[in-house]
């Protein structure tokens, strides 16, 4: 007992070691490591590098949403983020996880392959006083169908082969149907593994979309962000299926254009034109020229063609938006939304895109979009 | 068992004819090499294969020869015991593995840059980057866990072993029970629930909440153990000479128990600290410093392993920071383990078992 | 904690008189004691309030979802709940909750076992000692780093063990492989194995220290074998408390997420086979369809939760009671 009082003093020490410990950790870290200008706190040195408008932009912005522009908000965010001080937290946790926490007024946009449903309209309402959410058309971008088969470097499909071989129909590489379509390329005796998405996607949604278009026949399936067809297998969101494809011999899955490096490859399709198109920027943006607009009001959802034929022109492509409030953003987060919007949206967030895989949105829809920016409130 | 006594051959003797000690020396590097030999003739490229070939080799080899020289009852005895050792390497490569692994791979991108910034704007599939805000993160929301969860676990023990009779106290101990049973991802499913009720953005101190329901009856449990090894006469003694009953567990009680609860406490600690479940759920994840666990989304470092791994897209960087991750929180909850464990060596009860 | 496998029984010691317990219960006279037992009662009471607040919680949430199910919630193999005829249902989810378990518990059990008797009866003096520590140690280490490892490591190392399985076993259906990518239920089961292995050990050890040294020489002195001493008294005598802790490791093993969602290829079906990827648990389902669930989704999430809370639970309380009657078994011995 005589040893207690020392004791209790030794861990009251300990205790005391900790907590100032701690209180020494938070302050001796830092955010800064994007290379040149500081990250945090001070914009007023690294503004002039570019012409991006902070505006009041301040603090830090939440935002979920799409995979699939993932790469695009990182890019963006970082030069972004340099300029202005604002920290963005975009987490790419799917289109439907960033409705959900958009329509939950979790964050202050989120990111989505496709336009809002009437549903989501009626419940972004409650989060978005006197306006609704809307969608804005931001980057578009072929959707890459990757493939690891050893020794094959430059493979063509079409929509009816795809869709056998996502159904589980065809089952090796070696199989006639693909072989027909690849004259003079050997193709190994291999299993073949579909992977698709495990989590509701709107990649998904948009490549499914693009079978039901061009092959019904083949494609069964209603579509929708939900993966349909039975076999194959799956992975989380478009890093996990990429991931995936290239640790699997014989693997194919897709996913955006972005993720289509360190040694993945990209089928090119033959959509009926005199050659096989190959995903890129380039043929991407001229399938992407063809869209419509199709939303109502201020809202500026597109419809694709899935169908198209034109030379060059790559059919599996997404657009994917933005959803913010029209009117009723909250107070805090608006001027960094807006301002951190109207870069993405502007010449030189555009001009970003095509050297990271994406597609830019055509020159008469972004205006429309940049009008639109202005007017949040 | 005696039917084998009598049927054993060698009566002539005392002692059994017995193989020499070497002996399973000798049988496992027999096996060791054929099972690596009849791999390599049949073509199969796995260690797994290998390892299992040999494996069963040895369990038979060593049956086979001590059936021969020594009878059945001490063969079963060497198969027992080459089973044993099976069992017992069979369950040691993975965990080595695990450990080797994580340290080699870990290494590559710990130092001291790594500790102290923040991913920021550095993309997933980049390379750089570090986990200082996850390690921000973690600190802050088991460091709030801990404050909620380990005074309600030792006074809740203290109830049920001072005072607790009657049905309060025995629903008390059942529902501590059932608490220890919650899978972590309902704890953060309830937490998430209110949430959605309120309203409120994700923020740091919303996963301490979740931490600390899994930390509660752990905690509960380990206090109860080690206050019932404080003997009686030492509360008599104090009761006795007219010490307050509250003041008799506070002075007699807690101290001669402290090293135990302290133990238990730092237990659940280094439990909570590697869960991710919950915390994917509520804290949002930051690749930001957010010193504040109040407001905002935090990171923490078992969510950072696993978004590095799920956002990694194959990128060897992102693997490696995530490695690197695994070790620190690894390296974190055994220093807590082990200096649980010396307390608890350092203020072992001198009394009960 | 090793020690939990203890009686839950107060002992003797802290029995208190009469006169002490009535005061108690009257409340006590000085305000310090009032103060104290209230902080303490209180907070008994808090831990029942949050297990009640958890409960009533997911069941309404539960039947909110359930009853706008458009399908059988306990048959349906499917889980779509984001569009306007939600329909979901668990049957897969049962289905691979309970196979990964039981893999894990076929695994793990007899090793955990041979470990135990290994640290306890069999490893030289000077080895004991580390290895037991090595193996408390490992039980520590988060589930996530499990995943990690599961995913990176131990998936790539299966494809040889799978096609030995499929050559020597495929006949059966169970052990068939169409050459997937070996993330499949038996991966899951494996590495759920390893996770729980270091928990059963530990309480498995623990149990087999106890048994007395007498039933042990006596054995001995009759010219057992040491295998013959084994099977004869530690068994026999361990047999409740590795029960019991088997059950705390199925418990651990039912309700694993993170590492079953890096290393499983999640699907909505029932595999015959064990090799081919597919199927779920119900962890695995929750922290993979989270993020994408709108409210709706979230609470057909937290209905499949509260299935796995009452299983857990079940399981939880037949190791409480075999705890139990282990207890009255080894004071008998005392």
């Given at each position: 007992m005589k040893l207690q009082r020392k004791n209790r003093l030794r861990a009251l020490s300990l205790g005391a070691v900790a907590v100032t410990g701690a209180l020494a950790l938070t302050a001796?870290?830092?955010?800064?490591?994007?290379?040149?200008?500081?990250?945090?706190?001070?914009?007023?040195?690294?503004?002039?590098?570019?012409?991006?408008k902070c505006d009041n932009a301040k603090g830090q912005l939440l935002a979920d949403g799409s995979s699939a522009q993932k790469n695009a908000i990182d890019a963006w965010v970082k030069s972004f983020s340099q300029a202005c001080g604002v920290q963005i937290n975009y987490k790419g946790g799917g289109s439907g996880a960033g409705v959900t926490a958009f329509t939950q007024g979790q964050v202050a946009f989120a990111g989505s392959d496709s336009p809002l449903k009437p549903e989501e309209v009626t419940a972004s309402k409650q989060i978005c006083k006197g306006g609704q959410g809307i969608d804005l058309p931001m980057v578009g971008g072929p959707i890459a169908i990757g493939y690891n088969v050893p020794g094959v470097d430059n493979l063509v499909l079409d929509a009816p082969t795809l869709a056998k071989i996502f159904d589980s129909?065809?089952?090796?590489?070696?199989d006639p149907a693909i072989a027909a379509l690849n004259k003079g390329v050997k193709l190994p005796d291999l299993k073949i593994q579909a992977f698709h998405r495990s989590d509701e996607s709107g990649t998904t949604d948009n490549f499914t979309k693009y079978l039901i278009a061009t092959t019904p026949d083949n494609w069964k399936y209603s579509g929708g962000k939900a993966w349909q067809a039975k076999g194959g297998q799956s992975a989380p969101q478009s890093a996990g299926v990429a991931q995936q494809v290239k640790q699997t011999s014989g693997a194919i899955g897709y996913f955006e254009?972005?993720?289509?490096?360190?040694?993945l490859k990209a089928v090119s399709i033959n959509?009926?034109?005199?050659k096989p198109v190959a995903p890129s920027s380039e043929s991407a943006t001229a399938d992407i020229a063809a869209a419509q607009v199709v939303g109502t009001g201020k809202d500026l959802s597109l419809k694709l063609d899935y169908k198209t034929k034109a030379?060059?022109?790559?059919?599996?492509t997404l657009v994917t938006y933005e959803i913010a409030c029209?009117?009723?953003?909250?107070a805090d987060t608006l001027p960094a939304t807006k301002a951190f919007l109207r870069y993405i949206a502007s010449e030189d967030g555009q001009k970003i895109l095509p050297s990271i895989g994406y597609a830019p949105v055509p020159a008469d829809i972004i205006s429309k979009v940049r009008t639109t920016i202005e007017g949040l409130s | 068992m005696s039917t084998a006594a009598v049927t054993?051959?060698?009566?002539?003797?005392l002692r059994a004819a017995s193989l020499p000690r070497w002996t399973p020396w000798v049988i496992a590097a027999g096996s060791l090499v054929l099972g690596i030999g009849i791999s390599m003739a049949a073509g199969l490229d796995s260690q797994v294969q290998w390892g299992l070939i040999a494996a069963v080799l040895f369990v038979l080899g060593t049956f086979g020869v001590a059936a021969r020289v020594e009878g059945r009852r001490q063969a079963k005895d060497r198969v027992a015991t080459s089973l044993v050792w099976v069992a017992f390497l069979l369950a040691v490569v993975p965990l080595v593995s695990l450990i080797w692994v994580t340290v080699v791979r870990g290494v590559?991108?710990?130092d001291v840059y790594f500790l102290t910034?923040?991913?920021?704007?550095?993309?997933?599939?980049?390379p750089g980057g570090g986990i200082y805000h996850a390690i921000i993160g973690s600190l802050e929301q088991v460091g709030l866990a801990t404050l909620i969860g380990a005074p309600i676990g030792v006074l809740t023990a203290i109830y049920l072993v001072e005072y607790g009779r009657g049905r309060l106290a025995k629903a008390v101990t059942f529902f501590v029970d059932v608490m220890t049973g919650i899978p972590s991802i309902v704890a953060g499913l309830f937490i998430l629930s209110l949430m959605l009720i309120f309203e409120m953005q994700p923020f740091g101190f919303a996963g301490s909440l979740a931490l600390a329901i899994l930390m509660m009856p752990v905690v509960v449990r380990s206090t109860e153990e080690m206050l019932k090894l404080v003997p009686n006469e030492l509360r008599e003694a104090s009761l006795a000479l007219g010490v307050p009953k509250w003041r008799t567990i506070l002075k007699v009680v807690l101290p001669t128990s402290v090293g135990g609860i302290t133990t238990g406490i730092m237990l659940a600690v280094a439990r909570i600290a590697g869960e991710t479940a919950p915390v994917l759920l509520l804290?949002?994840?930051?690749p930001f410093i957010n010193?504040?666990?109040?407001?905002g989304a935090q990171a923490s470092l078992p969510l950072y392993i696993y978004q590095q791994f799920a956002n990694s897209a194959g990128s060897g960087a992102a693997f490696d920071r995530a490695w690197a991750a695994s070790l620190t929180l690894i390296a974190f909850v055994m220093i807590l383990n082990l200096v649980a464990r010396g307390i608890a060596r350092w203020k072992a009860p001198k009394t009960g078992r | 904690m090793d020690i939990s496998t203890t009686t839950d029984v107060p002992p003797p010691a802290s029995q208190p008189t009469i006169a002490e317990r009535k005061r108690a219960a009257r409340g006590a006279t000085r305000p310090g004691d009032r103060i104290f037992l209230g902080l303490s009662r209180g907070s008994g009471i808090l831990l029942l309030v949050i297990m009640a607040a958890i409960a009533v919680f997911l069941t309404y949430r539960a039947v909110l979802a359930i009853s706008k199910d458009h399908a059988n919630f306990l048959t349906t193999f499917e889980w779509n709940t984001?569009?306007?005829e939600p329909k979901f249902g668990i049957a897969v989810l049962v289905f691979g909750t309970i196979v990964s378990s039981v893999i894990a518990m076929v695994i793990a059990v007899p090793v955990a076992v041979a470990i135990a008797l290994f640290i306890?009866?069999?490893?030289p003096r000077r080895m004991s000692g580390p290895v037991a520590y090595v193996i408390d140690l490992l039980a520590a280490v988060p589930s996530i780093v499990y995943g990690l490892w599961g995913a990176l490591v131990l998936v790539p190392h299966m494809n040889g063990l799978f096609g030995w399985l499929n050559d020597?076993?495929?006949?059966?259906?169970?052990?068939?492989?169409?050459?997937?990518?070996?993330?499949?239920m038996l991966t899951v089961g494996i590495l759920l194995a390893i996770m729980i292995l270091p928990i059963i050990t530990n309480v498995s050890r623990e149990v087999f220290r106890q048994v007395p040294q007498m039933h042990e020489e006596a054995a001995l002195a009759l010219g057992a074998t040491r295998w013959e001493v084994v099977r004869m008294s530690v068994l026999p005598f361990g047999r409740s408390g590795v029960i019991s802790a088997s059950m705390l490791g199925l418990g651990r093993a039912l309700g694993e997420t993170m590492a079953v969602a890096t290393v499983l290829s999640p699907s909505f079906d029932i595999q015959a086979?064990?090799?081919n990827p597919g199927g779920g648990t119900f962890a695995q389902n929750i922290a993979s369809k989270f993020s994408e669930a709108n409210e709706f989704g979230r609470d057909a999430l937290i209905a499949s939760g509260l299935v796995l809370f009452v299983i857990t639970l079940l399981v939880n309380g037949a190791a409480r009671l075999i705890i139990a009657r282990r207890a009255e078994y080894s004071g008998a011995n005392a």
């Amino acid at each position: 007992m005589k040893l207690q009082r020392k004791n209790r003093l030794r861990a009251l020490s300990l205790g005391a070691v900790a907590v100032t410990g701690a209180l020494a950790l938070t302050a001796c870290g830092s955010d800064d490591n994007g290379g040149g200008g500081s990250a945090s706190g001070n914009p007023s040195t690294s503004a002039q590098a570019s012409s991006i408008k902070c505006d009041n932009a301040k603090g830090q912005l939440l935002a979920d949403g799409s995979s699939a522009q993932k790469n695009a908000i990182d890019a963006w965010v970082k030069s972004f983020s340099q300029a202005c001080g604002v920290q963005i937290n975009y987490k790419g946790g799917g289109s439907g996880a960033g409705v959900t926490a958009f329509t939950q007024g979790q964050v202050a946009f989120a990111g989505s392959d496709s336009p809002l449903k009437p549903e989501e309209v009626t419940a972004s309402k409650q989060i978005c006083k006197g306006g609704q959410g809307i969608d804005l058309p931001m980057v578009g971008g072929p959707i890459a169908i990757g493939y690891n088969v050893p020794g094959v470097d430059n493979l063509v499909l079409d929509a009816p082969t795809l869709a056998k071989i996502f159904d589980s129909k065809i089952t090796k590489w070696n199989d006639p149907a693909i072989a027909a379509l690849n004259k003079g390329v050997k193709l190994p005796d291999l299993k073949i593994q579909a992977f698709h998405r495990s989590d509701e996607s709107g990649t998904t949604d948009n490549f499914t979309k693009y079978l039901i278009a061009t092959t019904p026949d083949n494609w069964k399936y209603s579509g929708g962000k939900a993966w349909q067809a039975k076999g194959g297998q799956s992975a989380p969101q478009s890093a996990g299926v990429a991931q995936q494809v290239k640790q699997t011999s014989g693997a194919i899955g897709y996913f955006e254009l972005s993720y289509v490096k360190d040694g993945l490859k990209a089928v090119s399709i033959n959509t009926g034109a005199s050659k096989p198109v190959a995903p890129s920027s380039e043929s991407a943006t001229a399938d992407i020229a063809a869209a419509q607009v199709v939303g109502t009001g201020k809202d500026l959802s597109l419809k694709l063609d899935y169908k198209t034929k034109a030379e060059g022109a790559y059919p599996i492509t997404l657009v994917t938006y933005e959803i913010a409030c029209d009117k009723g953003n909250k107070a805090d987060t608006l001027p960094a939304t807006k301002a951190f919007l109207r870069y993405i949206a502007s010449e030189d967030g555009q001009k970003i895109l095509p050297s990271i895989g994406y597609a830019p949105v055509p020159a008469d829809i972004i205006s429309k979009v940049r009008t639109t920016i202005e007017g949040l409130s | 068992m005696s039917t084998a006594a009598v049927t054993d051959k060698r009566h002539s003797t005392l002692r059994a004819a017995s193989l020499p000690r070497w002996t399973p020396w000798v049988i496992a590097a027999g096996s060791l090499v054929l099972g690596i030999g009849i791999s390599m003739a049949a073509g199969l490229d796995s260690q797994v294969q290998w390892g299992l070939i040999a494996a069963v080799l040895f369990v038979l080899g060593t049956f086979g020869v001590a059936a021969r020289v020594e009878g059945r009852r001490q063969a079963k005895d060497r198969v027992a015991t080459s089973l044993v050792w099976v069992a017992f390497l069979l369950a040691v490569v993975p965990l080595v593995s695990l450990i080797w692994v994580t340290v080699v791979r870990g290494v590559k991108v710990l130092d001291v840059y790594f500790l102290t910034h923040s991913m920021g704007v550095v993309a997933d599939t980049e390379p750089g980057g570090g986990i200082y805000h996850a390690i921000i993160g973690s600190l802050e929301q088991v460091g709030l866990a801990t404050l909620i969860g380990a005074p309600i676990g030792v006074l809740t023990a203290i109830y049920l072993v001072e005072y607790g009779r009657g049905r309060l106290a025995k629903a008390v101990t059942f529902f501590v029970d059932v608490m220890t049973g919650i899978p972590s991802i309902v704890a953060g499913l309830f937490i998430l629930s209110l949430m959605l009720i309120f309203e409120m953005q994700p923020f740091g101190f919303a996963g301490s909440l979740a931490l600390a329901i899994l930390m509660m009856p752990v905690v509960v449990r380990s206090t109860e153990e080690m206050l019932k090894l404080v003997p009686n006469e030492l509360r008599e003694a104090s009761l006795a000479l007219g010490v307050p009953k509250w003041r008799t567990i506070l002075k007699v009680v807690l101290p001669t128990s402290v090293g135990g609860i302290t133990t238990g406490i730092m237990l659940a600690v280094a439990r909570i600290a590697g869960e991710t479940a919950p915390v994917l759920l509520l804290v949002f994840g930051n690749p930001f410093i957010n010193n504040n666990p109040f407001e905002g989304a935090q990171a923490s470092l078992p969510l950072y392993i696993y978004q590095q791994f799920a956002n990694s897209a194959g990128s060897g960087a992102a693997f490696d920071r995530a490695w690197a991750a695994s070790l620190t929180l690894i390296a974190f909850v055994m220093i807590l383990n082990l200096v649980a464990r010396g307390i608890a060596r350092w203020k072992a009860p001198k009394t009960g078992r | 904690m090793d020690i939990s496998t203890t009686t839950d029984v107060p002992p003797p010691a802290s029995q208190p008189t009469i006169a002490e317990r009535k005061r108690a219960a009257r409340g006590a006279t000085r305000p310090g004691d009032r103060i104290f037992l209230g902080l303490s009662r209180g907070s008994g009471i808090l831990l029942l309030v949050i297990m009640a607040a958890i409960a009533v919680f997911l069941t309404y949430r539960a039947v909110l979802a359930i009853s706008k199910d458009h399908a059988n919630f306990l048959t349906t193999f499917e889980w779509n709940t984001n569009v306007l005829e939600p329909k979901f249902g668990i049957a897969v989810l049962v289905f691979g909750t309970i196979v990964s378990s039981v893999i894990a518990m076929v695994i793990a059990v007899p090793v955990a076992v041979a470990i135990a008797l290994f640290i306890t009866h069999y490893a030289p003096r000077r080895m004991s000692g580390p290895v037991a520590y090595v193996i408390d140690l490992l039980a520590a280490v988060p589930s996530i780093v499990y995943g990690l490892w599961g995913a990176l490591v131990l998936v790539p190392h299966m494809n040889g063990l799978f096609g030995w399985l499929n050559d020597f076993f495929g006949w059966t259906g169970v052990f068939s492989w169409d050459e997937g990518a070996p993330r499949s239920m038996l991966t899951v089961g494996i590495l759920l194995a390893i996770m729980i292995l270091p928990i059963i050990t530990n309480v498995s050890r623990e149990v087999f220290r106890q048994v007395p040294q007498m039933h042990e020489e006596a054995a001995l002195a009759l010219g057992a074998t040491r295998w013959e001493v084994v099977r004869m008294s530690v068994l026999p005598f361990g047999r409740s408390g590795v029960i019991s802790a088997s059950m705390l490791g199925l418990g651990r093993a039912l309700g694993e997420t993170m590492a079953v969602a890096t290393v499983l290829s999640p699907s909505f079906d029932i595999q015959a086979s064990l090799l081919n990827p597919g199927g779920g648990t119900f962890a695995q389902n929750i922290a993979s369809k989270f993020s994408e669930a709108n409210e709706f989704g979230r609470d057909a999430l937290i209905a499949s939760g509260l299935v796995l809370f009452v299983i857990t639970l079940l399981v939880n309380g037949a190791a409480r009671l075999i705890i139990a009657r282990r207890a009255e078994y080894s004071g008998a011995n005392a």
